[in-house]
Each structure stands twice: as structure tokens, then as C-alpha cells.
């Protein structure tokens, strides 16, 4: 029998002898560590990253970086020490930039990678805890529960209704039920090992306890890792577009220099320097770095994302996000608080209002004014204990010390779903306080909650042996179950009457924006039940819990921006239609035309019937995670971007099926977060928002820097083309050039990719995924100011060459300023769509020092006497810096003033 198998047919006696571990204490943190020194983080081993070395040679592979340092060696050989030390100085500085930039953009990803780790609930120390994953060793004990990704392989030691789904290990497509009985056999197929879990498969129903028996490169998805070692690496649409363009670019590009060269050459200019000038031309004009500058972008927009609470799982979602034209919201937890409080209680056919808020188990019971004690009321106090002990969540004490006078101040902190967690703090105000009130009771056997029953029952027992089955669930749906109600204390018929009765009730309460539960009871009297149909039938139904999840103060303003930003808002939730409705009026979603309609009206309509209707709906209530997948591909029919929000394990198909998939990053499970593009780390509407105001904003600046350099690029080639065609001498040497390109296109360009979002970002509607990097007049402003650029600094250059013939390093040395500064000047034009006096040049510092860096260093290779020679500059006085400054000015101030009559185009969604 091989090592693994043994632990199928071990009892717990011989597990917890050879892991050496108390199950009910688990492992102590410091044996955990010592563990953990020995076989190592539970983590499967990933592709060799480049090492900071293997970046750095890199940039040297460039194949015209290697042509521009084989021309440098053939000006060393030809003597031109001074020219050919200076070239290799500039591309090492230019390496070094590079690899600078690619390392932050690695680690930035790596951080990412860390922040998105998944997490397991362990005990440690005698207490449940939440750990990263990759802390797990052989011997913890590990909590699974429905939508967890199984963090380790393990040995089931305790199960109730317990399946997981193991497709992606054994190709099973159907869920395994799981066992916590001993498997006896030499070789077991994986799928036949039905006492273990899995790494990486996911618990699609119910609960369990394993024992970790193997972690990280041990696991059976480990040994698959050990023949399968790749990484993903998943280009963006517009990384894609831009090679494409890289290409054309290059080809264009060479040509041109080829005309220059060969032009040059007939011209009379010496071979070698004509071959030099074209070398650095061609390295100056292509723009090879674009699509790593795209990375770096995305990279760091990421990071400020995360700042934000958005974390971004896949690279492609941040330009994505620029698109999204529908966002379809989770209410609980999204656009609400998530801090359930159960406010109306209605037993015995009243209705008792209840005070306090929140987790703190302060309040009252009263009906009409007067005071309800729940000990004088069976039905109250009946309800209560249901309340209590169908219930999984904890309430947790917890105590500070605060202010000057350290006074210690008691806070409620709860573990568990904020659901269950109001119906302990109800519980807790009729002086039924779980922890002390449970030692009364024992549970014996549950049937946890899942969306298909829409129900979770509990068999208990007294400890004077008394036992009953405890129900809670969808009024609706539970009273379909019940032939009897608690009243007076006793149970009596449930007439049709009353049924009526109660449903109206529930209807009223739901019109206050309540969610409603009921809650029932039956006793118990036969052996331990092995389904839930066995017990969750012939019920005394005892009354209704109202509670409320108020909204989230930032929403409504959230979604007031996304209106204004042409975006849609959906709501879907679950819960009853009068009680969505109420909270998408108070939110602004729903308006006077919108349709809201609920999982039976998805129900009977055909597809082209929702499909056409879809685009009205604002409100879906009372809906199955699977009408999810239908209302996103309705919508993507309608031609939208969809962001689809989720948590549970359902919800998976949905949210990869969107555009934009986000997951919960509080209460969503693992299998909703591997199936998301991006995890919301508060759980919160607004941050949604702001996500999309950032994604639009990263692909606003990645426009501005393409525009930026290839504009730049373009006047740099026209000043050589036109130069060459017109016999003119050269207006540029190629140390300048290198210089152009290392110093003004690298530096301004990249605080370009920090620029502040501009104030309309979140008032225009959504641009097209189709749309080309060059619409919305980008293409043109790309040809008309490299034109511009171009004509003015060689007008500069032929107008100083021809007042003194003689000194063409004069003429040289005032192209060269004025191709500077033109694109340094240039460069805040394209911060706005519109006019370059549209916005304040100052509210980007970034690129202010920046501009300042390359206007100082182009101070120093004018006026500093060592690099005169190198640079093969000279001093200019205030006569030659009058024509520099204008000719590097008029451009864009030309083309701002034809800006500022120049109606601004939009982008508008199909």
C-alpha cells in the first residue's frame, strides 16, 4: 500500500498518534512553525522567475540596441573614442532605466499575487483561526464549509452532508459525497478515496473537519505541478494592438531612415556618420518599449487600485473596466452594510418591535408601547431559542482599553453570516446568550442551509433528552411545510385562513425593507434522520423575524456618478421583491420606468422575451444564482460590458461569464474569487466605482504617453527626412538623438502614466471595447503635432545656418534645444482631450519635475565645457534662445488655440 493510502483505512486513534496532534486543540503556533521550517510553505512550485540579473540583460537584447552597440564598436575602431564612450553611457543608463522599471512592475505583481493567496479556517491553540493557506502543515486541523477551496490534502476525520467538487483533479464532473469512514484497499483510485479532500477542489455543499495530512508539492495536485510547471502570461487587448502597431512602426520607420541615410550619402555626407545617424534615428523613432510601458502602466494602476480596495486578480480586467456599461450589484453586504438587525418580530399573530442596532445585544421587546418580557411569552421565547440554535454563527465579546483614563470599553465582534449573526444578538436581548444558552442543548445532526431549499434545519437535544428539529428559512417556502402554527403557547392547525393571514403579514414587513425569516419547529421522536426531507416536513410554524441591512451612505452617491458615467445599476438579490424595491428607491436604482421583476417571472418568459425586456429591468428579486448567467448573456446580447458581482459558490458561473467578474473579498467564497477578474477587499458598491473611475483613467494615460512619443517620434524623423531631401547639412548628430530619446521621451512620458484622472472622467459614457487607440482624435493629433514639431525645429535650424554657414555646431545646438523643448512643452497638451490650456499644468507634480529634470539636463550638456564636445554643443545667448523658445512654443500653442474651437468628441457606447 503506498504512503498515501495508508491514511484512508487509519481510525482517528491512528492519525492523531502519527501526526501527533489533540483534535481538539489542534497544533500550538510554535510546533506549527517548527513544522513549517521542515517541509516547507504549503504552496505548489512556480516557474523560474527572471532573477534581477537575467532583467538587466535583457534590455540588451533588443535587436536594435544590439545594432546601436555594434555601431559603437565600429566608431570605436574608427577612432571616435569620445562618440562611441558617450553612445554606450546612454544605452547602459538606458538599460538600467529599463530594468528599474520592469522590476517594479514584477514586484508589484508578486504583491498582488500575495494579497489574492487564499485563506483556510484552522485551529490553533484550541481556537478556530483564519490563516493564509500556505502557512497549513501536516497535522492542522482545517474547517470546510460550503464554497471553500480545500486548502491541503485531507483525511476526513468529521462530515455532515459534505460534497466536493473534484473535476479539476479527476475529471469527475459531478460533486463527491465525502465519508469520515475508514476505506479499506491496496491502490484507490483518487476518485474512490472518499475520506479525503483535496488541494484545489472545491466543497460545494455542506460542512466538514480534516486532518492535513499532505501540503504544497506533496498534495496530488502537486504531483500533477511537478509535470506541468508554466505560468500563464495573458496579454491585454490593447498590449496586442500595440504590437501589431510596434511592427508597422518599425517597418515604417526603417524606411524612412533608409531614405535618410542613403539621401544623406548622395548629398555628399560621409558614409559612417549617415549610418550612425540612421542607427540612432531608427533606435529613437521605434517605439519597442510601448508595450512594456503598457505593463508597468496597468502594473501601477494596480497598485493604486489596490490602495482603493479593488484588487485586481487578471491584468486584462483594468482596461476592461474603461468599457463597463452595466454593473449587476449583490444587495446584502454590496450596497447595504452587511450588519443585519433584526428590528420586527411577529408570533401569535402580533407584531413586537424590537430595539437596538447592530451586534451589541442591547434592547427591548414592546408591542404598542408596552414592554413584552420574552419569559412570559411561549411563542416569543420559543422563537428565540430556533433563533439561537438553528444557528452557526458566534458572538464574540471582546474588550479595550481607550482614553486617558484607560476605561475599558466592551465591543461585539461577529464570526459567522450576518444573517444568523442578528438572529443571536435577538436572541441575546431575550437573555438567551448563545454560548451559555447552548450548553442546555446538543446538536445532533444538521442539514445546512443551501439556495435550492432556501431552508437550514438543526436536530437538537435537551439535556433532559428532549429532542426537536429546528427550522428557519424563506417564509414562503417554509410554510409550504408546516400542517401546524404556535399559538398561545400550543400548537394548533394551520388553516388556510391563517396562512393567508400570515403571508400578508410577511408582505407588510417586506414593505418596510425588511428580509424576512420564518421559523419552525418539530419534535422529535424517531432514530437520527439521514436527509433533510425526513425532518423539514409537518412543522408548527412559530413566526417571523424582520430584519434590515440599512443601505450604504456612500452608494447612493455612487450610483448617481455611474448614471452620470452612462453606466447602468442593477440590482440582484434573493430576497422578496417588495423588500428589493424598497431598498433600490432609497438607493436611486430603480426609477419611475424601470421594471423589476423576480425569479418566476425569469422563469416563464422565453428567452428573446428577456432578452428584449432586459434592458429595462433595474431590479431582479427572489432570483437563483442561476437566472445570474442568463441575465448577463441577455445583457451581453444587448451589446454591454457587464460587471457581475458575487459570493457564492453558485454565483461562479455568472461572474466568469461577465466582462468584468468581482468577487467579495469578506464574504465571498473561494470558488466566486478564482473565478472573479477582480475582489472587492471591502465588499463595498462604491468601490466598484471607483475601480471603473480608475480603469478609465489608466487607459486615459496610457493614450496620453502613445501620443506623447509617437508624436515626439515623428517630429524627430521629419527633422532628418526633411533635412536630407532639402541637401541640408545634418540638424542633428546621432549622440543628440540617443539623448532625445533617453532623457525627454522616457521621463516625461512615464509621469504621464500617473496623471490625475480629469474631472469629467466619470461624466462621459463608456468608450467602445472596439474602439482604435487612435480614435477620439488621438491619430490626428499624433500627425499634426509631430508635423508641427518637426517643421518648426528644422525652420530653427535653417534659419541659424543660414545667418552663419560656418558654425553649424551653432545650428546644431539650437535644433537640438528646440526639438527639446518643443516636446517638453508638447507634453502637457496631451494631459487633456481638449485644449492644452484646459487643465492646470501643476496639479501633476510628477511630470512638472520631470520636464524640469530634462530642461536642466539639457542646461547642462549646452553650457557644461567637458560635455560640449561630447554632446557637440555650444553656449547659445539670450538672441538664439529667443528664436529656440518660439519655435519650441508655437506648436502647441498654435494647435491649443485651433483646440479651443474644436468641438470635443465623445465616445459613445453601441
Not at 560621409?270 to 545617424?277: D, I, Q
Not at 414593505?511 to 437520527?528: I, K, P, T
Request: net charge neutral.
Amino acid at each position: 500500500m503506498s504512503e498515501d493510502n495508508r491514511y484512508l483505512e487509519w481510525d482517528m486513534e491512528q492519525l492523531v498518534t502519527y501526526f501527533e496532534v489533540d483534535p481538539a486543540k489542534g497544533l500550538t503556533e510554535e510546533e506549527a512553525e517548527k513544522r513549517k521550517r521542515k517541509v516547507g510553505p504549503n504552496r505548489l512550485a512556480e516557474g523560474k522567475s527572471l532573477s534581477p540579473l537575467a532583467l538587466l540583460l535583457n534590455q540588451f537584447k533588443d535587436f536594435m540596441m544590439l545594432v546601436l552597440l555594434a555601431a559603437t564598436l565600429v566608431s570605436g575602431l574608427l577612432g571616435e573614442y569620445t562618440d562611441a564612450i558617450a553612445i554606450v553611457a546612454i544605452v547602459v543608463l538606458n538599460a538600467v532605466l529599463g530594468f528599474i522599471q520592469e522590476f517594479r512592475a514584477e514586484k508589484s505583481l508578486v504583491a498582488l499575487k500575495e494579497m489574492s493567496a487564499p485563506m483556510a479556517k484552522v485551529k490553533r491553540n484550541g481556537a478556530w483561526t483564519r490563516i493564509p493557506a500556505a502557512d497549513l502543515v501536516p497535522g492542522d486541523i482545517v474547517s470546510l464549509e460550503s464554497g471553500d477551496r480545500v486548502p491541503a490534502d485531507l483525511r476526513l476525520i468529521r462530515v455532515d452532508n459534505l460534497y466536493i467538487e473534484e473535476s479539476a483533479l479527476t475529471g469527475e464532473s459531478v460533486p463527491v459525497a465525502k465519508t469520515d469512514a475508514r476505506i479499506a484497499g491496496q491502490e484507490i483510485p483518487l476518485g474512490d478515496q472518499k475520506n479525503k479532500g483535496f488541494l484545489g477542489t472545491m466543497v460545494v455543499r455542506g460542512t466538514g473537519i480534516g486532518l492535513v495530512v499532505s501540503t504544497g508539492m506533496d498534495t496530488e495536485m502537486g504531483k500533477i505541478a511537478h509535470l506541468i510547471q508554466s505560468t500563464e502570461s495573458v496579454q491585454t487587448p490593447l498590449q496586442n494592438r500595440l504590437e501589431q502597431l510596434g511592427k508597422v512602426l518599425i517597418v515604417v520607420s526603417l524606411f524612412l531612415t533608409a531614405v535618410v541615410v542613403l539621401t544623406g550619402i548622395a548629398h555628399g555626407h560621409e558614409a559612417y556618420k549617415m549610418f550612425l545617424a540612421g542607427v540612432s534615428l531608427a533606435v529613437a523613432a521605434i517605439p519597442e518599449g510601448l508595450p512594456a510601458i503598457v505593463t508597468i502602466a496597468l502594473a501601477l494602476g494596480v497598485q493604486r487600485m489596490i490602495r482603493r480596495r479593488a484588487i485586481v486578480r487578471k491584468l486584462p480586467s483594468v482596461e476592461t473596466l474603461g468599457c463597463a456599461s452595466v454593473i449587476c450589484s449583490d444587495k446584502t453586504g454590496t450596497l447595504t452594510q452587511n450588519r443585519m438587525t433584526v428590528t420586527h418580530v411577529w408570533v401569535d399573530q402580533r407584531q413586537i418591535q424590537v430595539s437596538g442596532s447592530g451586534h451589541v445585544p442591547e434592547g427591548e421587546f414592546t408591542d404598542g408601547g408596552r414592554k413584552v418580557t420574552p419569559q412570559n411569552n411561549a411563542c416569543l421565547q420559543r422563537l428565540l431559542e430556533i433563533a439561537v440554535l438553528c444557528n452557526n454563527a458566534e458572538l464574540i465579546k471582546e474588550s479595550q482599553r481607550e482614553g486617558k483614563l484607560r476605561r475599558k470599553k466592551e465591543n461585539w465582534r461577529l464570526d459567522g453570516d450576518p444573517t444568523e449573526g442578528a438572529l443571536l444578538v435577538l436572541g441575546a436581548k431575550g437573555n438567551m446568550f448563545s454560548d451559555s444558552f447552548r450548553k442546555q442543548w446538543k446538536r445532533i445532526k444538521e442539514f445546512p442551509f443551501d439556495s435550492s431549499r432556501k431552508m437550514m434545519s438543526v436536530l437538537v437535544e435537551s439535556t433532559k433528552g428532549k429532542r426537536v428539529v429546528m427550522t428557519k428559512g424563506a417564509p414562503d417556502v417554509l410554510l409550504n411545510r408546516c400542517t401546524h402554527i404556535l399559538k398561545g403557547g400550543k400548537p394548533v392547525p394551520l388553516t388556510e385562513t391563517m396562512r393567508k393571514k400570515i403571508l400578508a403579514d410577511n408582505d407588510q414587513l417586506a414593505a418596510l425593507a425588511l428580509r424576512n425569516l420564518g421559523l419552525a419547529y418539530r419534535d422529535w421522536r424517531g432514530a437520527e434522520p439521514e436527509r433533510e426531507s425526513h425532518v423539514e416536513k409537518d412543522l408548527v410554524f412559530v413566526g417571523l423575524t424582520g430584519m434590515i441591512d440599512p443601505p450604504r451612505e456612500e452608494v447612493k452617491e455612487a450610483i448617481s456618478i455611474c448614471r452620470r458615467a452612462g453606466i447602468r445599476t442593477v440590482m440582484i438579490t434573493g430576497d422578496h421583491q417588495t423588500t428589493a424595491v424598497a431598498i433600490a428607491r432609497k438607493l436611486g436604482i430603480l426609477t419611475k420606468k424601470g421594471l423589476t421583476v423576480n425569479g418566476n417571472d425569469i422563469q416563464k418568459m422565453s428567452d428573446e422575451d428577456f432578452e428584449q425586456k432586459a434592458k429595462d429591468i433595474q431590479v431582479y428579486a427572489r432570483v437563483s444564482p442561476e437566472h445570474k448567467l442568463k441575465i448577463v448573456k441577455a445583457l451581453q446580447k444587448e451589446g454591454h460590458v457587464v460587471a457581475m458581482t458575487g459570493d457564492g459558490v453558485n454565483d461562479a458561473p455568472a461572474i466568469k461569464a461577465s466582462d468584468i467578474g468581482i468577487a467579495m473579498g469578506i464574504t465571498g467564497t473561494d470558488v466566486s474569487k478564482e473565478a472573479s477578474s477582480l475582489v472587492l477587499s471591502d465588499d463595498n458598491f462604491a468601490t466598484i466605482v471607483s475601480a471603473i473611475e480608475e480603469g478609465r483613467s489608466i487607459y486615459d494615460n496610457i493614450r496620453k504617453f502613445i501620443c506623447y512619443l509617437l508624436a515626439s517620434n515623428v517630429g524627430e524623423i521629419l527633422v532628418m527626412f526633411l533635412a536630407m531631401l532639402a541637401g541640408m547639412p545634418l540638424p542633428l548628430v546621432p549622440i543628440q538623438i540617443l539623448w532625445v530619446n533617453l532623457v525627454t521621451d522616457g521621463l516625461p512620458a512615464m509621469a504621464l502614466g500617473v496623471d490625475p484622472a480629469e474631472e469629467d472622467t466619470m461624466d462621459r459614457p463608456p468608450r467602445n471595447s472596439r474602439e482604435s487607440i487612435f480614435a477620439r482624435g488621438v491619430g490626428w493629433k499624433i500627425v499634426t503635432r509631430g508635423l508641427l514639431i518637426g517643421c518648426f525645429t528644422l525652420m530653427a535650424f535653417w534659419i541659424s545656418y543660414n545667418e552663419t554657414p560656418d558654425d553649424l555646431v551653432r545650428a546644431q545646438t539650437i535644433a537640438f534645444s528646440t526639438l527639446v523643448l518643443a516636446q517638453l512643452i508638447y507634453v502637457f497638451d496631451c494631459r487633456s482631450k481638449q485644449s492644452v490650456f484646459h487643465r492646470n499644468p501643476l496639479n501633476n507634480v510628477s511630470l512638472v519635475l520631470a520636464v524640469a529634470s530634462s530642461a536642466l539636463l539639457l542646461l547642462i550638456v549646452i553650457y557644461y565645457p567637458p560635455l560640449q564636445p561630447i554632446f557637440h554643443t555650444m553656449s547659445l545667448g539670450a538672441r538664439e534662445w529667443t528664436l529656440v523658445i518660439a519655435a519650441a512654443a508655437f506648436p502647441t500653442l498654435l494647435a491649443g488655440v485651433m483646440d479651443l474651437f474644436r468641438p470635443v468628441r465623445r465616445s459613445l457606447p453601441d
